[in-house]
């Protein structure tokens, strides 16, 4: 079955710091990838997508790009800020009835 | 827009309660879905609604038992649930099952529930 493995932390940076939380996934067929974002006490927000291969998704300065040779979708940041504390959840959909597919989700704590 | 509303908040009900989680959507999205999320841990499958059908049950409990009564709403009913069933319960929707990007889902709040 389809499967997502992501550092699980918690991740602890300064500010301003460049952040990399890796995700790679096992699935068949052609899967559209995913991140979300938890704040505390609160449901997930869609971060990003890719719905195909060498697609780069971005938002709020954070990006991934859906890499097929490596099986991967990294999300990246160049200057993170303390408000971007929260749990990171990589995801993939294989395209069935059958919801998502998350990883264990990565804390990540930015220190000022 | 792409706003998922869940209601109430927070729940805390007993072993013998009958309460109802509510979601609603007006995104014209026909798949709609329940998670359940324990602390420190991923959303899990509950239910999958496609144009009102059930089209996936991840062999819960029928302590839970869900209903869709038209295309924006989404309802879970409890009834005799126990403390484990303590947790975070998230709705989601999308523009309806598939691929390229048409199955992108989009979370509620969640409903926070305590059972004692």
């Known amino acids: 079955g389809d ?7 918690p991740v602890t940076l300064s500010e301003e710091a460049f952040l990399t939380i890796n995700c790679t996934y096992t ?4 899967p559209s990838l995913f991140w979300y974002v ?5 449901g997930l927000q869609l971060l990003l997508k890719a719905t195909k291969a060498d697609d780069k998704g971005s938002n709020k300065g ?11 979708f990294h999300l990246e940041k160049g200057s993170v800020q303390v408000s971007d504390s ?9 395209g069935g009835a059958d919801g998502l597919t998350f990883g264990k989700g990565t804390h990540l704590i930015i220190q000022p | 827009d792409t706003e998922v509303t869940q209601t109430p908040k927070h729940l805390v009900m007993g072993m013998t309660n009958k309460k109802s989680l509510k979601c609603e959507q007006h995104m014209g999205h026909r798949a709609m879905y ?16 496609s144009y009102e059908k059930l089209s996936i049950n991840e062999s819960v409990p029928s302590r839970f038992s869900p209903e869709c009564p038209n295309s924006s709403l989404l309802n879970l009913h409890l009834h005799a649930l126990q403390p484990e069933d303590s947790a975070l319960y998230l709705c989601a929707s999308s523009s309806r099952v598939g691929s390229g990007g048409q199955e992108t889902q989009y979370f509620g709040p969640g409903t926070r529930l305590l059972v004692l």
Do not use: D, H, I, N
């Open chain 1, 62 to 72: 954070f990006e991934a790009t859906y890499r097929k040779e490596t099986t991967s």
């Open chain 1, 27 to 30: 699935a068949t067929g052609y």
């Open chain 2, 34 to 49: 329940w998670y359940k999320q324990k602390a420190k841990k991923p959303p899990e499958l509950m239910f999958v609604y």
């Open chain 1, 38 to 42: 938890q704040y505390p006490g609160e």
């Open chain 1, 86 to 94: 929260a749990v990171y959840f990589c995801a993939l959909s294989g």
């Open chain 1, 3 to 9: 499967s997502v493995t992501q550092m699980e932390g």
